[in-house]
């Protein structure tokens, strides 16, 4: 596909739990992304990491916990999620900043 | 700030038409803008995008989109429609770190 995989794809999970998002890049790039992709809403930038470093933090509430080990890695860790958090979580990648990006498939997140 | 809007939430064509998705912009310097599709249960794919250079921009799947400064729009178009083109459209600007997705325009292409 597009060289960038996200698991799980689906994921159902109570307020209470603790779960964490996975992303892994094969195209050697150097950026990486998490976005939030709700129904009848904007995709909405939540994260952004270049070089390893967190470089972007869209007022994200804490929540939401990213991890970036390595270029071609990134987490998302999630606790006492909210039902309003259900949305599709979309990871992406691009060589730098400012090039097209590739995306996952992305998770489909359900908090019940 | 930048932003990015689709006045078009769903546009209906028929099969063998030429197509429009209209994007308009709003970003300070000169503009990163791209256009990706997205089909049912899937990421985003990157279909073309305008750095600089000729104002007419070609990428995947024969689409193309056409730069326009003074009216800070980069138009989607296609001269003939296909009904496996029925997807969900996105304009994207790119400032700094950021990009910034339209909210998304839907295609249906009618047989």
């Known amino acids: 596909e597009t060289g960038v995989t996200q698991t799980p794809r689906h994921l159902v999970m109570g307020m209470t739990n603790k779960k964490s998002l996975k992303c892994e890049q094969h195209l050697g790039h150097n950026a990486m992304y998490w976005y939030k992709q709700s129904a009848k809403k904007p995709l909405e930038l939540m994260f952004v990491?270049?070089?390893?470093?967190?470089?972007e933090n869209n007022s994200v509430p804490s929540r939401f916990s990213p991890e970036c080990p390595n270029s071609s890695h990134l987490f998302l860790h999630l606790h006492t999620l909210q039902p309003e958090d259900s949305a599709l979580y979309l990871c992406?990648?691009?060589?730098?900043?400012?090039?097209?990006?590739?995306f996952g498939q992305g998770t489909r997140l359900t908090v019940v | 700030a930048q932003s990015v809007a689709q006045p078009e939430d769903q546009v209906n064509v028929a099969e063998g038409n030429p197509l429009t998705v209209k994007c308009t912009y709003s970003?300070?310097?000169?503009?990163?803008l791209f256009w990706y599709v997205q089909y049912p249960n899937r990421g985003l794919q990157f279909l073309l995008k305008?750095?600089?250079?000729?104002?007419l921009v070609k990428g995947s799947y024969g689409f193309e989109a056409e730069f326009n400064k003074s009216q800070t729009s980069f138009h989607l178009k296609k001269p003939s429609a296909l009904v496996s083109d029925s997807a969900l459209y996105f304009c994207?600007?790119?400032?700094?770190?950021?990009?910034?997705f339209g909210a998304g325009t839907r295609l249906f292409v009618k047989a």
């Open positions: 992406a990648s691009s060589q730098e900043t400012n090039t097209e990006a590739f």
């Open positions: 305008y750095i600089t250079g000729d104002n």
């Open positions: 970003v300070s310097g000169n503009p990163y």
């Open positions: 994207a600007v790119r400032g700094g770190f950021k990009t910034i």
């Open positions: 990491y270049s070089l390893e470093e967190r470089v």
